[in-house]
C-alpha cells in the first residue's frame, strides 16, 4: 500500500493519500480546497487514479477539497449518512467499506465533535483516520454542531479503543507538529480519554475548554454541507496558456507551446550573464534578470502580458516565479526542463553553440 500523509498549515488539517500500488487506484481522506491542485498534482505524479475523496466530518474551520478533486478528477465523495452534506456520491452507514483496489476502509461511527463524526480503519486494522474524534494526546471540542462530550466519550472508548494496541491513528489535526500515535499510546497518555479516566472527568474537562470559534466557520460550515461546492465560481486554473501544475506548487508551461508563443510573453532569463551567453544560448526575446536581482528589476516588466521564466534546468526560474508572484504578477509560469530541454527538443535559440 502506498500511504502519504499531506499538512494544510493554514489550518493544521492533515489530508491523507491512501492507493493500492498494484492496482494504481487511491483515496483522499479529508482534502482542503485550497491543497486541492498539490493532492491532484501528486495523485498524477505517482501514476494513480483517485477513486474516493472521504471526508471524517463536516470540518468548521477550512473548506474540503472533494468538489474540486471530483471536478479535476472524477473522483467520487463518500461522507456518513449522519452528516447532513448535499451533494456526496455515497452517504456511508456504520461498517459500511469503501475500497480502493484490493483494499477497504471500514467505517465507524464516532460521534461526539460533530453529529456525523466517522473513523475510517484500514482493512487489517494497522491504521485508523481519526478526524477529530481523537487527537494525538487530546480531541476534538465538543461545543458546537451536534457536538456532545458524553458522547465523543463513549465512541472514543467503543470504536476507537476496541482496536488493537499496535493499530496506529492518524488525526484529523495537531497544532504541535506530532503526526501519529497508537491506540495503545492513548489509552495510557492520553490527558482527556486514557484508560484511567473517568466519564465524569472528561465531561468537565471538554466543558471548560474555553476556546474561540474557529475563524473560518460561516463560510467553512456552509461550503462542507455542499462538499465544498463554492456558491458561484467554478475551479478557476490560469488559462493563458495549457499549464501544468507540479506537486512542488510550481506552474509550469512546456517548450512546444511556447516556441509557438514567443511573441506573446515575456520571458526571463535568470541564469547569470555568462550562461546567457554561453554555449546553451537563450530563447530568442528572452531578456536577462539573474535570479539574485529579479527582486530589485521586476518593475521593469510588464504585468499585462503573461511571464515565463526560464533558467538551465528549471530549477533556479522555479524559485524566479514565487518571487514573481509576490511582487504581484499573475500570470507567471516555468519553463519546464529550461534551456536543457529546449536544447534537446531542438528549438531555436540564439547565441550559443551547436
Ligand atoms: N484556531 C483554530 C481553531 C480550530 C478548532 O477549533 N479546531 C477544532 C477542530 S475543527 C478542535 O476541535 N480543536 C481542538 C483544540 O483546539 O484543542 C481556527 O480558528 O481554525
Ligand atoms: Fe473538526
Redesign the pocket.
Known sequence: MLFRQLFDPQ?STYTYLLADSAFREALLIDPVFEQARRDAALVDELGLKLAWTLETHV????VTGAWLLREKLGSRIAVSASSSAEGADTYLKPHDKISFGKRSLEARSTPG?TAGCTTYVLDDRSMAFTG?AL?IR????TDFQGGDARTLFHSVREQIFSLPDRCLLYP??D?RGLTVTSVGEEKLFNPRLAESIGEGDFVGYMTH?G??????IDVAVPANLRCGKPPTVTAADPDWAPLTYTFAGIWEVQPHWLEEHLRDVQIVDVREPDEFNGPLGHVPGAVLIPLGTLQGKSEGLSKEEPVVTVCRSGARSAQATVLLAKAGFDRVANLSGGMLRWRAQRYAVEGGSE
Open positions: 489550518s470540518h468548521a474551520d477550512h465533535h477529530d487527537h487530546g480531541c476534538g471540542r484529523g489535526h497544532y475548554l476556546l474561540p470559534h474557529p475563524k473560518q
